[in-house]
């Protein structure tokens, strides 16, 4: 079975340029998670959305981020205009149904974004 | 608010040796805990998960506890091996399925 998918895998761009991610979660997994993990941290939890809905993105920096799930499958994570803050890695992680029960999740290789 | 502190931040062992890694919250109202292993430059490996109901998994040569109402977890590793060298990651399950990591336990395992 495949595990969730993220792409690029690293990507070094100029402040104030625009970035997106893309995640393919595992078939079948209704929920998805964006995560920010910044050097020597643990994950952050930007935003989760069940089937197409985003139902927590309040720690989703709305000013500059913005995440789409069309068709409750993949999902774009966008950055624009980027800062030199949000050089991290973007973990991207899906689990099967939905709130009301705790379901494990699965985490991608996640994507390393350098901002110079 | 749950934070979860990890203790220590790096540790170095030479091979063979067991070792213990910590893991503490402040919030005991959890469905489970997790710990998850990070290599450099991927992302994470689930090891075990422990239901908020249990006390320990054993997977192998890791054995992790849960005592809630102290609010720590230990993850035990038996017989450390080279391989085992990585990033560990405690993390709490709470409501809307909300993962709150630690900051991570660096370990290095030497020959």
């Known amino acids: 079975e495949a595990g969730v998918v993220q792409s690029p895998r690293y990507k070094i761009i100029e402040k104030k340029q625009p970035v997106a991610f893309w995640c393919n979660p595992i078939?079948?997994?209704?929920?998805l998670y964006w995560y920010r993990q910044n050097l020597g941290q643990g994950p952050e939890l930007l935003i989760r959305?069940?089937?197409?809905?985003?139902?927590?993105d309040s720690q989703l920096p709305k000013d500059r981020f913005s995440a789409e799930r069309l068709k409750g499958v993949d999902s774009t994570l966008k950055i624009q205009p980027a800062e030199l803050g949000d050089s991290a890695v973007y973990l991207c992680?899906?689990?099967?149904?939905?709130?009301?029960?705790?379901?494990?999740?699965?985490f991608g290789p996640g994507t390393r974004l350098t901002v110079t | 608010k749950q934070e979860v502190t990890q203790i220590p931040a790096a540790l170095s062992v030479p091979e063979g040796e067991n070792l213990v890694l910590n893991c503490s919250f402040t919030d005991s109202a959890i469905y489970n805990l997790q710990w998850f292993r990070q290599d450099p430059g991927k992302g994470l490996t689930s090891l075990l998960l422990i239901q908020s109901s249990q006390r320990e998994q054993t997977s192998g040569r890791l054995n992790a506890s849960l005592d809630k109402s102290s609010g720590r977890s230990t993850l035990y590793i038996a017989a450390s091996q080279p391989g085992d060298s990585a990033t560990y990651l405690c993390?709490?399950?709470?409501?809307?399925?909300?993962?709150?990591f630690g900051t991570g336990t660096q370990l290095k395992v030497e020959l």
């Open positions: 959305y069940e089937n197409e809905e985003a139902v927590d």
């Open positions: 078939s079948g997994h209704n929920t």
């Open positions: 993390a709490l399950g709470g409501g809307g399925n909300k993962l709150t």
């Open positions: 992680a899906s689990s099967a149904g939905t709130s009301g029960n705790f379901y494990e999740q699965y």
